[in-house]
Nanobody, 127 residues
Framework: EVQLQASGGGLVQAGGSLRLSCEVS????????VAWFRQAPGKKREGVSV????????VYADSVKGRFTISSDNAKNTVYLQMDRLKPEDTAVYYC????????????????????YGKGTQVTVSS
């Protein structure tokens, strides 16, 4: 059973930083991707970033490019999302998600829902 455990949300002032963590377990293959999605109040859930467990190759939504960095520590089965220069519009519940995928992810990978989701973690950016 695939399980995803996200942590690291909180309250931060605009311009500040937070790091989210997602511990992944249960995959029986190395060919999978882990992504971060977010959902602000009254809005549709959107993909933020994605990385492949086997080949890396991070991808970012335009709204966070240059400010967020996704990385993985395969020894710890953990994916991180470093969020810098945060803006009030980054306020949302952040979810880590995953699914089996061979090869490099693309922006299309996070334009649709993935197979597995963890519980969300709240990120609030005050102005």
């Amino acid at each position: 059973e695939v399980q995803l455990q996200a942590s690291g949300g909180g309250l931060v002032q605009a311009g500040g930083s937070l790091r989210l963590s997602c511990e992944v377990s249960g995959f029986t293959t190395d060919e999978y991707v882990v992504a971060w999605f977010r959902q602000a109040p009254g809005k549709k859930r959107e993909g933020v970033s994605v990385i492949s467990h086997s080949v890396g190759s991070p991808v970012y939504a335009d709204s966070v490019k240059g400010r967020f960095t996704i990385s993985s520590d395969n020894a710890k089965n953990t994916v991180y999302l470093q969020m810098d220069r945060l803006k009030p519009e980054d306020t949302a519940v952040y979810y880590c998600a995953a699914e089996e995928l061979s090869g490099r992810p693309t922006i299309a990978t996070i334009q649709f829902e993935l197979d597995y989701y963890g519980k969300g973690t709240q990120v609030t950016v005050s102005s």
